[in-house]
């Protein structure tokens, strides 16, 4: 996806303090860190007021500070590195504990009663306990906050899957579980102590982290020949010439390199980015800006070398990053071309630039070749993405990438820009509104932070209705209205989202679509180029 006319930092908390309907006081901030003994006092306060707000609440949980979870429980947990709090790091504010939970690998032996998704030994498989939110606190998502930490915790421990149990009757937790990707087993009886049997749901999330000793078995270049490498999971023998869903063969095929102007601020500068067009790609969209390459397959084939020299070209032409546009059908190449690449000078970081369907497992095998993720999030419907992506399962697996991303820059210390703004390792995610579904925008929203937190996100308004939309009629054969838009940056204000990159008008009738040429892809000394459609 290419962009223009980029601003930064909400707008509409703008649009809110111009009119005088935002209150600095709405805004907070807050991290999630492991808890250290001099929080011991100060988290068991906590869970006493979460204890006696049950008393009156029906989602009783059946705690009890002198049984469990007691003091001597929570000391043990934060010796261990076992417990979590959420903390209020707002400018003004006095560090309070908004809420804890305990991340480790006990369980009880009831859970053998279930037919988990992952069966693993105890020591890969990590459960949740004792997640609670302040009652003075709620109403502020630290819920999923929380539970999100506890993924990226999971994820960087090298855990394969996540349980849990619930009591039966609270559901708003078993909803919060399921909105974080969490698969609810059913109601089971469990011993919750002094002969408490009480009905509980005992829920799943399947990490699909590798196998301790796997070496990017995914990304090795044999495994193309039954090929997996996006989540459609095609298996097509691209070896023996077979294409896949998404139109690659055996051989790179590219379409463009050059310098590009128009990606958001961090990456772009005004240098521009070394983008490099993969021909191809594993989703259908009916709306794509890039058609003529990602389901027309504009391209030309090039030898797999190649790759390295066209980055080393770009670095050369004043580059700020290598931008890799949807290279997911070919992401068993850039081992081997960033190596080639970085042994001959090359130096700035790469930017993975995707649809966000992305399987997991090559998200992982990524990590130390990708600086940057530059990943959309189209849909939080399910159904929206069979329509216009011709896809089953986007927000699933986009929900899954997006948080093993999220975990990856996290391990690396966050997000970094150098002295000039520029994004030097992060994350930035892209969501484009689309026009008549703005509440699945806000919904898309939803699904970005609970998997990965206040990470920065870019909400674009440049969908540009091409000829089958405009003859298809409906909302789609339409732009963005300025309502939409604006409903869609509110809900990321609401939402706590603190770096925010929106487009401002003419985002729509100006094209920030670069001219699919082939530019760059070859030598000039190769001679003239014959691009095949």
Not at 223 to 244: M, V, Y
Not at 414 to 436: A, K, S, T
């Amino acid at each position: 996806m290419c962009g223009g006319r980029w601003k930064h930092t909400p707008v509409s908390r703008l649009f809110k303090r111009l009119t005088g309907a935002f209150s600095c006081e709405e805004v907070f901030r807050m991290i999630v860190r492991p808890a250290a003994p001099t929080d011991s006092t100060p988290v068991l306060h906590v869970y006493e007021r979460v204890v006696h707000a049950m008393r009156t609440s029906p989602y009783d949980a059946h705690w009890d500070m002198e049984f469990h979870p007691t003091a001597g429980d929570l000391s043990a947990a934060i010796e261990a590195g076992d417990l979590f709090i959420a903390v209020d790091d707002s400018e003004d504010a006095s560090g309070a504990v908004l809420g804890a939970f305990v991340l480790d690998t006990s369980q009880d032996p009831q859970y053998d009663q279930v037919p988990w998704l992952i069966a693993e030994p105890a020591d890969r498989t990590a459960c949740i306990h004792l997640l609670a939110v302040d009652p003075d606190a709620r109403g502020r998502r630290i819920g999923a906050v929380l539970v999100n930490a506890a993924i990226r915790t999971a994820c960087a421990r090298r855990m394969r899957s996540i349980r849990l149990d619930v009591i039966a009757h609270n559901q708003p937790a078993v909803d919060l579980y399921a909105s974080c990707g969490f698969t609810d087993h059913g109601v089971f009886t469990l011993d919750y102590g002094g002969g408490l049997m009480l009905p509980a749901h005992l829920m799943e999330l399947a990490l699909d982290n590798p196998a301790p000793n796997a070496d990017r078995a995914l990304l090795a270049p044999a495994s193309l020949a039954s090929c997996e490498l996006c989540p459609r999971r095609c298996r097509a023998d691209r070896t023996a010439g077979a294409t896949g869903v998404c139109g690659a063969g055996p051989t790179l095929r590219l379409a463009r390199a050059a310098l590009h102007l128009w990606e958001e601020p961090p990456i772009s500068g005004e240098k521009g980015s070394g983008t490099i067009f993969f021909s191809g790609c594993p989703l259908k969209c009916i709306y794509c800006q890039n058609h003529e390459i990602s389901t027309g397959n504009f391209g030309i084939d090039v030898p797999e070398p190649r790759l390295a020299e066209i980055m080393l070209e770009l670095q050369d032409l004043g580059a700020l990053n290598i931008n890799l546009v949807t290279a997911t059908h070919f992401a068993h190449l850039l081992p081997g071309a960033l190596k080639a690449a970085r042994a001959r000078g090359l130096h700035i970081p790469i930017v993975y630039n995707t649809s966000g369907y992305e399987r997991t497992e090559a998200v992982r095998e990524l990590d130390g070749i990708v600086d940057i993720w530059l990943t959309d999030f189209k849909y939080a419907d399910a159904s929206l993405g069979r329509e216009l992506s011709h896809v089953p399962d986007y927000p699933e697996q986009a929900t899954r990438a997006l948080a093993c991303m999220a975990t990856q820059v996290a391990a690396r210390g966050g997000v970094v820009y150098n002295e000039d703004g520029i994004m030097q390792q992060g994350i930035i995610v892209r969501h484009l509104v689309l026009p008549g579904h703005a509440d699945d925008s806000c919904r898309v929203l939803d699904l970005i932070w609970n998997a990965a937190g206040d990470v920065p996100i870019s909400v674009m308004n440049q969908y540009t209705p091409n000829e089958r939309m405009r003859t298809d009629g409906g909302a789609m054969a339409r732009a963005v209205t300025d309502e939409e838009y604006k409903m869609v940056l509110d809900h990321a204000d609401d939402l706590g989202f603190s770096t925010v990159f929106w487009q401002e008008g003419g985002a729509v009738s100006e094209s920030f679509t670069p001219a699919f040429d082939t530019t760059g892809v070859l030598k000039a000394a190769d001679g003239p180029i014959q691009p095949r459609s």
